[in-house]
């Protein structure tokens, strides 16, 4: 897993690339935190399932229909990880995809969260050509939805106890954005965005 990947995403602050077996303890330290997982529908109560999550969905692969694809945010000066983001891509075509995104309690309010969203949408939109993006959040979770509609994602859709999460059934707000509405957005830049254009196998999940 180690030897893997060839995506990178690269932010002023941050770098975004395919999770490595290494990330294992970091990664499992703030996703068992309750303040994590109380908004989230999975919580690892040890390292090994942190360890099976890596190998199944840090592959690398974009593009492959009903595929997930988990990355690590890392902070560019210390290569510390300090959260992930996931891209989904939902079928019949991946058109369209699913994004999640998880950063450590230890480095939130930072701006990071943002920054590595932001970079996901340019990547999605400006390279991969994808024609809706969509987010799933707990209505709970007021900075995430403040952060979405920052984004300029709207909501279109609120499910009530539609979800299972650490805490029980819980309500989902689903929220999305167009490809003309991303592109026409104020002031929209482009993240600097590398991949070796190596073969890869592909895997649904």
């Known amino acids: 897993m180690d030897t893997a990947a060839s995506l990178l995403i690269e932010t002023p602050r941050l770098l975004m690339k395919p999770l490595q077996l290494r990330d294992i303890r970091g990664m499992y330290a703030y996703r068992s935190d309750p303040e994590i997982s109380r908004y989230q529908s999975w919580r690892p109560s ?11 969905y840090g ?4 593009n492959v229909v009903d595929s997930w694809c988990q990355m690590g945010v890392y902070r ?5 990880l300090i959260g992930d983001v996931g891209m989904h891509f939902l079928p019949p075509d991946s058109r ?3 994004l999640g995104f ?3 309690p230890r480095h939130q309010r930072k701006g990071y969260a943002a920054e590595a969203v932001d970079a996901l949408l340019t990547y999605l939109f400006g390279d991969l050509n994808k024609h809706r993006i969509i987010a799933s959040v707990d209505p709970r979770n007021t900075a995430s939805i403040a952060l979405l509609e920052k984004m300029g994602m709207r909501k279109e859709a609120h499910h009530i106890r539609s979800i299972w999460t650490s805490e029980g059934w819980g309500d989902d707000m689903v929220y999305a954005l167009l490809r003309e509405e991303w592109e026409n957005a104020p002031g929209r830049g482009r993240e600097k965005i590398t991949e070796n254009k190596l073969p890869r196998s592909g895997h649904s999940v």
Do not use: D, H, M
């Open 96 to 98: 369209q995809v699913e």
């Open 59 to 62: 592959n690398g692969n974009t």
């Open 102 to 104: 998880t950063i450590s």
């Open 76 to 80: 560019k000066t210390s290569r510390e």
């Open 46 to 56: 040890r390292e090994e399932e942190v360890e099976a999550f890596i190998l199944k």
